[in-house]
Every structure is written in structure tokens, then in C-alpha cells.
């Protein structure tokens, strides 16, 4: 069963661009969660999709925004960069259903310069 | 919402000896507690999770408490090996949620 892929895995941009990182989950898993993750932070929650439908959302401002298509593949697309915004982004899926294991993905390195 | 505390953010030990890293919660409808190793450069990944119906859970030289009362948990690894070297995540989730609330990390470096 193959795992959770991410892409790009590193992603060098400049202030001001846009972003889009892409996310395939396993095979059956419907629930696509996207983290920020800084040094010290932790695992910052972005939002989460289920079926199509964004589910949960986190604390993030709108330039911070994502959608899941019908095969369960979701993007996460970032605009009008900042530097602050560089971070490794991780997402997780699961078969959706609340309190289970999370499947994590290798994650995109941003760097924004 | 939920918020985890936890501590401490570095812990360093000599191998063979044992780590303890604490978590406390503030939702009291939390039930569902999972603990995530993220060694260097790589994912995370869950090595245990317990739920609030069992005080205890242990797996080989890993063991996970958990307090209801005083709403927090704790991992607890025996005899440790620089391969445990890694950052560790606890996390709290209720049934309402479906995703679970992360704490800031533990840096474990085992010494050889």
C-alpha cells in the first residue's frame, strides 16, 4: 500500500508569489489535513478536507487556502508569500471517522526569500 | 478548543537510561490521546496512542499513562537507545473533533 506522497518536496520562492503543494493519500483514506511546521511551533493545523468539503479549519489567515478533489488528492495553495511563511508543510491523511491514527506525508520544504 | 501543554521541549539522557515526557489538556471531553516520533528529516509517525477508557497502554520498551482526573498523559520510554533519539508530539482529540490538537514537541537525544 503506498504511503502518503507529497510534492514538491523543496520549493524556493520570493515575497510576493503564490504557491501550490500538492498531496496524494493513501488509497481509501478520504480525510486530508495540512500542518505548518516551524522550528519550536510544532505541528500548526492549517485545514482539513473530507470528501471534497473543507471540514476543519485552523487559525490562518485567507492567504492560506486548499480543496480536495473527488479522488481524495487534496492542493494547498499559499499567495502573496512572506518570509514568515517559510516552513516545512506536512500533510496527514486518515479514513476520516475522528480519533485515529494520522498517515503523515514527507512534507514540502518552503523557503521564501 | 483544546490546548496541549507540553514538557519539557529538550530532554537529554544517557542510553540506557529512562525518558518521561508530560502532556496536560484542557478539554475534559478529550478522549483520544496519540503520541507521534518525528526522527530528523523524516515524518512523523504514531508509535502509541491510548484512549480514555484505559489508564495504561505499554508496547515493548514504551508505555503511555494517562490521568483523567488531573487531564494528563505521559510517555514514558525504558532503556533508551540512541535510535530514540527524535522529537516527540502528544495530542489530544475528542469525539466532536476530528483533528487532534498537537503539543509544541520534546527533543529526546540519547546519548551512546
Known amino acids: 500500500k503506498a504511503g502518503v506522497t507529497q510534492t514538491p518536496r523543496y520549493l524556493i520562492k520570493t515575497r510576493g508569489q503564490q504557491v501550490t503543494l500538492s498531496c496524494s493519500p493513501i488509497?481509501?483514506?478520504?480525510?486530508v489535513s495540512w500542518y505548518q511546521q516551524t522550528p519550536g511551533q510544532g505541528l500548526q493545523f492549517l485545514f482539513e478536507?473530507?470528501?471534497?468539503?473543507?471540514?476543519n479549519k485552523g487559525n490562518f489567515p485567507g492567504r492560506f487556502s486548499g480543496r480536495q478533489f473527488s479522488n481524495s488528492r487534496s492542493e494547498m495553495n499559499v499567495s502573496t508569500l512572506e518570509l514568515g511563511d517559510s516552513a516545512l508543510y506536512l500533510c496527514?491523511?486518515?479514513?476520516?471517522?475522528?480519533?485515529?491514527?494520522?498517515?503523515f506525508g514527507s512534507g514540502t520544504q518552503l523557503s521564501v526569500l | 478548543g483544546e490546548n496541549v501543554e507540553q514538557h519539557p521541549s529538550t530532554l537529554s539522557v544517557q542510553e540506557g537510561d529512562s525518558a518521561v515526557i508530560k502532556c496536560t489538556y484542557s478539554?475534559?471531553?478529550?478522549?483520544?490521546f496519540p503520541w507521534y516520533k518525528q526522527e530528523l528529516g523524516k515524518r512523523p509517525q504514531l508509535i502509541i496512542d491510548?484512549?480514555?477508557?484505559?489508564g495504561e497502554k505499554k508496547d515493548q520498551r514504551i508505555a503511555v499513562t494517562l490521568n483523567k482526573t488531573a487531564k494528563h498523559f505521559s510517555l514514558h520510554i525504558t532503556e533508551t537507545q540512541p535510535e530514540d533519539s527524535a522529537v516527540y508530539f502528544c495530542?489530544?482529540?475528542?469525539?466532536?473533533?476530528?483533528?487532534?490538537?498537537f503539543g509544541r514537541g520534546t527533543s529526546l537525544i540519547v546519548h551512546p
Open positions: 496527514a491523511s486518515s479514513v476520516g471517522q475522528g480519533n485515529e491514527k494520522l498517515f
Open positions: 488509497s481509501g483514506h478520504r480525510s
Open positions: 478536507y473530507f470528501s471534497e468539503t473543507q471540514r
Open positions: 478539554d475534559s471531553a478529550s478522549n483520544y
Open positions: 491510548i484512549r480514555s477508557n484505559v
Open positions: 495530542a489530544a482529540s475528542s469525539g466532536g473533533s476530528y483533528i487532534p490538537t
